[in-house]
């Protein structure tokens, strides 16, 4: 199945958004695919990575980006704190994922979307969602080692795909 790679930026973080991003994706159907090293949120078994992202992995992550104005004050933002790392897995789930986190700057997005709902700021737009399938798998390859991605049956998959 499709997979992306979403992220819970510092300042989602911060302003306690990382259940509410974690629950839309959830009630939407998709799976989370990522499993937990770093921390445990007991006693509900989501499984996760939280970490406090390295320049240089922000560096990889954003490099297409290196040549913008904006670019140094993204790396310190997105270095600022823990970020809360995961992928999910569903069908279209890159372009139903981008649709749902919204437009980068969240004063264009709509209504209903995250950004869209709890952010004003295109510098803290809270959240992450890879752009296409090709770089979902770059991006999952640079976060995450191959055995921190895991693969399991969804019991309620028959309820959502037909
Ligand atoms: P990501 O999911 O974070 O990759 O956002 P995106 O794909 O919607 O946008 P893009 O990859 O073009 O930019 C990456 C991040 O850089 C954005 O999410 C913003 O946090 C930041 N950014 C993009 N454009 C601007 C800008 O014009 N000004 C500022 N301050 N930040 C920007
Ligand atoms: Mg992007």
Redesign the pocket.
């Known amino acids: 199945a499709e997979r992306t790679f979403l992220a819970v930026k510092p300042d989602g973080v911060q302003r306690g958004l990382v259940g509410e991003i974690i629950s839309r994706f959830e009630k939407r159907g998709y799976k989370l695919g990522s499993r937990q090293i770093r921390l445990v949120v007991e006693p509900v078994k989501i499984l996760i990575f939280f970490l406090q992202p390295s320049k240089d992995l922000l560096h990889n992550h954003?490099a297409e980006?290196s040549s913008?104005p904006?670019f140094p004050?993204?790396i310190e933002?997105m270095s600022s704190g823990p970020v809360f790392a995961m992928v999910w897995e569903g069908t279209d789930v890159v372009s139903v994922g981008r649709k749902m986190?919204g437009?980068?700057n969240p004063r264009e997005s709509p209504i209903g979307t995250i950004r869209g709902d709890f952010a004003i700021d295109?510098?803290r737009?809270i959240?992450?969602?890879s752009?296409s399938v090709g770089t979902a798998e770059r991006e999952i390859a640079l976060w995450f080692t191959p055995d921190e991605v895991v693969s399991y049956g969804l019991a309620q998959k028959k309820w959502i795909y037909e």
Request: charged residues 10%; aromatic residues 18%.
């Open positions: 954003y980006l913008k904006f004050g993204l933002y986190l437009a980068t295109v510098g737009n959240c992450h969602g752009d």
